[in-house]
């Protein structure tokens, strides 16, 4: 497992994750990553971090974590479709890191991190510009399917 992040400008950190996902882990990850992320993306002291509504995510020392960081957390409705511009991104890596044929988890690894690493700003900026309409176009399907 690995937690990735991006922003309009390019993509920033991929951590890899060892053993089961818990919120201290979590938390961990963050701590390790996401700050420096923010930096290397030059996404100021000010930007909106979205993540689901995954226990985790939500947890109540989660929470209280990014209030002392000084993060806004973007809110994110319960039961509703994942329409995060990551998942756009991981399809498509998951795909091409699969063509690789990784033989190993050292191999997996080393490829996820290639893979993310090819992805181009202009991928990363029009999932970035065209998310109000494509949650637009899913308010009005009222969470029914979309071209998107």
Avoid at 77 to 87: D, R, V
């Amino acid at each position: 497992m690995v937690w990735p992040c991006f922003s309009s400008a390019e993509t920033g950190k991929m951590a890899k994750i060892d053993g089961k996902m818990d919120g201290a882990k979590y938390r961990t990850i963050l701590e390790e990553n996401l700050m420096e992320s923010a930096k290397d993306l030059r996404l100021g002291q000010r930007f909106v971090f979205q993540q689901d509504n995954d226990p985790k995510h939500k947890a109540k020392s989660t929470m209280e974590w990014f209030t002392n960081k000084y993060i806004q957390v973007l809110e994110w409705p319960s039961q509703s479709p994942n329409l995060k511009p990551i998942e756009n991104l991981w399809k498509e890596r998951k795909t091409a890191v699969h063509k690789c044929s990784p033989s190993n988890l050292t191999e997996l690894e080393l490829f996820c991190k290639e893979e993310w690493a090819k992805i181009s700003v202009s991928r990363c900026a029009k999932l970035i510009e065209t998310y109000r309409k494509r949650l637009t176009a899913v308010i009005a399907a009222k969470g029914g399917t979309t071209k998107y």
